[in-house]
């Protein structure tokens, strides 16, 4: 089915460890972005991307690194994992506005 | 800048009850508006959209009225279903393709 692909579904990291969340779209979009979902604060954007090799910072870059060298894949890097950044990961992409975004079912990540 | 507020939850409604959502918004600029579902353990779904002044986006019984004069985007549902229990997000898009997300609504319908 086409849509956006969030790999893997659940992660447990220890402080300090790093990993990658993969995102992967068939929609050929153009624009992808991440979020993270907390309680009570609804979505923040992390990065965003409007096509390959180009990205831009959302609201809550720190701690994260993110690279679009296709159109169709938009890793997400936590270099350093902290505790704080325990959270529901989502990708999204887009490709008119109008249509709004697709999501992935969200990566579950837990920082211990 | 541009964003969204909307209404506090926990809501909880019977089943075939009147649903209202509230959803104001702050924005330069003509923004498109949209109404996302998240069910238990899902991903955001597109429920609804409306991209202009005086638009109605409606979907599964839903209804919400792009109303430039209030800033406003109420969800609204005549009669709720168990089903439609889930978490509500208003959003709206700026010209630019940046989104801006509510907090949030959580809606339990109870048979």
């Known amino acids: 089915n086409a849509g956006v692909t969030q790999t893997p579904k659940f992660q447990v990291l220890k402080t300090g460890q790093s990993m990658t969340l993969q995102c992967a779209q068939d929609?050929?979009?153009?624009?992808m972005s991440w979020y993270r979902q907390d309680p009570g604060m609804g979505l923040r954007l992390i990065h965003y991307?409007?096509?390959?090799?180009?990205?831009d910072q959302g609201e809550v870059p720190n701690g994260y690194n993110v690279s679009r060298s296709t159109t169709e894949d938009f890793p997400l890097r936590l270099l350093s994992a902290a505790p704080s950044q325990t959270s529901v990961y989502f990708c999204?992409?887009?490709?008119?506005?109008?249509?709004?975004?697709?999501f992935g079912s969200g990566t579950r990540l837990t920082v211990v | 800048g541009d964003s969204v507020t909307q209404m506090e939850g926990p809501v909880t409604l019977s089943e075939e009850a009147f649903l209202t959502i509230n959803c104001t918004y702050t924005?330069?600029?003509?923004?498109?508006l949209f109404w996302y579902v998240q069910y238990p353990g899902e991903g955001l779904q597109l429920l609804l959209k409306?991209?202009?002044?005086?638009d109605k986006g409606s979907n599964k019984g839903f209804e919400a009225t792009y109303r430039k004069e209030t800033t406003s985007f109420h969800l609204e549902k005549g009669s709720v279903q168990v089903s439609d229990s889930a978490v509500y997000f208003c959003?709206?898009?700026?010209?630019?393709?940046?989104?801006?997300f509510g907090t949030g609504t959580s809606l339990t319908v109870i048979p």
């Open positions: 999204a992409s887009i490709s008119d506005g109008t249509y709004g975004y697709t």
């Open positions: 929609m050929n979009h153009e624009y």
């Open positions: 991307s409007v096509g390959a090799g180009i990205t």
């Open positions: 924005a330069t600029g003509y923004p498109s």
């Open positions: 409306a991209t202009k002044a005086d």
């Open positions: 959003a709206l898009k700026d010209t630019g393709n940046q989104f801006y």
